[in-house]
Each structure stands twice: as C-alpha cells, then as structure tokens.
C-alpha cells in the first residue's frame, strides 16, 4: 500500500480527535495542525467541517459493516449467526462509543454535518449507501432467519428494526453508564431482552437459550 493521500490522513486524524475527545475536539486548526497541513486543506478535500463530519459517518458505518461481517459469518445455522451479529455489534459500538454517536447524529453531531436536528441527521445516515448496506448486515441475517424456518413468516425488515432497537437500546444505556457493569448488564438485561424478542418473532426458546449459553460460555 502506498502513503496515506493528505484526505486520508484528515479523516483519520479527525476520527482519532473524535474517540478521544469527543465532538467538540473536531476542530480544523487543530486537526490540519496535526498532519502539517493548512486550514485549507478541510475545505480543499471535503468542502468543510460538515463535509469532513459527513466523510467520518461514511467511513464509520463501512468499518461497522465490515467488523459485523468479519465476526459474523454465514453458517449453516441462521440463528447462531444472527446472535453473533448482535454481539459483534455491540462490541463495535462500545469500542467506538463516540463514532457510534455520531453516525445516529446523536447529541451535537447533528449541528456539525449541518443538519438542524438528530432526526433529519440519522435519515440523511441511514440514506447513504453505507448507511443502506449496515443496515443490510441485520436484514439478511432476518431473511436467512426467516427462510430457514427460525422465524415464523413475517415482515423481515420490520423484525430487522425490532432487533435494531433493542440492541441500540441497550448499547446507548451501557455507553452512558445507566447499565453500570457491561457483563452484569449483558447477562442481566440484555441476554433476557434478547431471548423473549426472538422468541417472539417465533424461534424456539430451548434453542435461543442455547446459542446465547454458548455466548457466555464459549464450547472449547
């Protein structure tokens, strides 16, 4: 591989800036200071700070795409593999709290990409193309749910978002620290959420319990 480009360095500097301190630390002085470059560099490369944010959501929900994908491969069973797909999405969540914010516009990352609420910030994320193709991670995993007899028959985008919420949920509590211990929390509150909602959408209790057992407690 070659050096990184003068876009490729902002956008990692501005994601390293952003973990570490938050979204008031997105500042472009500070950012084209850090790779010996001018204020211009912003503008010359992304149009601005908003364009530079909207560059930061692009690439976060690639790397979340990716991680869920690389730690959650098709098996031949459904279930499993959607259960990992939770679990490889909190994991990218808590590892990176403060993108996770920013790519659901949560908070003031709204105002930086230029949008005048979190509302119309998380539709403009969940629009883009990696936004669509994140999203499709969740659903194909439904689909293959439903295809393969653990789900009942139903609407699989629907079910998807019922997923979504209960894992975005949780996540958003833990990274506030309302859930206080996160193991605690995951075999307390999230294990029991999770295993009445995909009982609800039809699979069988005995084998949900089964595969989140072996989550706690890996088979050598």
Do not use: C
């Not at 390293?16 to 301190?21: D, H, I, N, P």
């Not at 790397?63 to 259960?83: E, K, S, W, Y």
Request: aromatic content about 6%.
């Amino acid at each position: 591989m070659g050096e990184p480009t003068r876009r490729q360095q902002l956008l990692e500097a501005a994601l390293g800036a952003l973990e570490s301190g938050g979204i008031q630390s997105l500042r472009a002085r500070e950012l084209t200071r850090e790779i010996g470059a001018s204020t211009m560099a912003v503008y010359t490369h992304f149009g601005g700070m908003p364009g530079l944010a909207d560059a930061m959501v692009r690439e976060g929900l690639s790397r979340f795409a990716r991680h869920v994908r690389n730690h959650a491969p098709q098996t031949g069973d459904p279930l499993a593999d959607l259960i990992a797909g939770g679990v490889a999405y909190a994991g990218f969540a808590l590892a990176n709290p403060q993108l996770y914010r920013l790519m659901f516009g949560l908070g003031d990352s709204g105002g930086l990409r230029g949008f005048e609420s979190e509302a119309a910030a998380g539709k403009a994320t969940w629009s883009m193309a990696e936004g669509v193709d994140a999203f499709s991670v969740l659903l194909e995993s439904v689909e293959r749910a439903i295809e393969g007899g653990v789900f009942r028959e139903q609407d699989p985008n629907a079910a998807a978002i019922q997923i979504l919420i209960a894992t975005h949920g949780y996540v958003l509590l833990l990274i506030g620290g309302f859930l206080g211990d996160a193991e605690e929390a995951t075999r307390e509150v999230a294990i029991p959420l999770n295993v009445s909602l995909l009982v609800g959408l039809g699979a069988e209790r005995s084998l949900v319990e089964a595969v989140f057992s072996d989550v706690l407690e890996p088979r050598p």
